[in-house]
């Protein structure tokens, strides 16, 4: 059912009639959310999330929807390549890049499934060479990218946002998404705008 919606909201993006509804989100909120749905899921319940988030949290300029959906499919997309009995970690911060500039920045990391762990389902998997690695980066190794990935990056990208992974020489897999600071809502621009 998410693969047949995902499929729908591509097609939308591709034909330009896809419309955000925009509005101040509580962060927190939407990450609780986002975790509960991925919970529900029989297969994911068994999986550990710790979620580090900053104190004070500003509210972030999103379609509510379309960042939730951003946020699940991150977490499915870190459930199928996690080790077993590792945890997936998500942090939420307003960060600065390298310019200097206010961010909100995402970050999911986690353990990845060791090779001689991989299931014999994966056994036709393909390499995948991600243009963000530095060279004390492994390949990482997956069945698919899968469309709800593609989603993902085709939403933040939406948003005016970036898509970023890294894999480190340990196997630590980091996932890091980021919006710009245009999005970041401070009690004082409310009041303003009040």
Do not use: W
Request: with cysteine.
């Amino acid at each position: 059912r998410q693969m047949v919606a995902d499929i729908l909201n591509i097609a939308a993006v591709e034909e330009g009639v896809l419309i955000l509804h925009e509005r101040p989100v509580q962060v927190a909120f939407a990450l609780h959310r986002a975790i509960r749905y991925f919970h529900e899921i029989p297969h994911h319940r068994h999986l550990e999330i710790k979620l580090r988030l900053d104190d004070q949290l500003p509210k972030i300029i999103v379609d509510e929807e379309r960042f939730n959906q951003i946020l699940l499919n991150l977490l499915i997309n870190a459930a199928a390549h996690v080790s077993p009995g590792s945890a997936i970690v998500v942090e939420a911060m307003v960060d600065k890049n390298t310019k200097g500039e206010e961010e909100y920045l995402f970050m999911l990391k986690y353990n990845l499934l060791a090779p001689e762990h991989r299931k014999p389902e994966m056994k036709d998997e393909r390499r995948v060479i991600l243009p963000e690695r530095r060279e004390d980066e492994h390949t990482l190794f997956i069945q698919s990218e899968g469309i709800n990935l593609a989603m993902t990056r085709m939403l933040v990208t939406l948003h005016q946002g970036g898509v970023e992974t890294q894999i480190s020489g340990n196997h630590v897999c980091r996932v890091y998404v980021r919006f710009p600071g245009k999005r970041i809502l401070r009690p004082s621009a409310r009041r303003k705008a009040e």
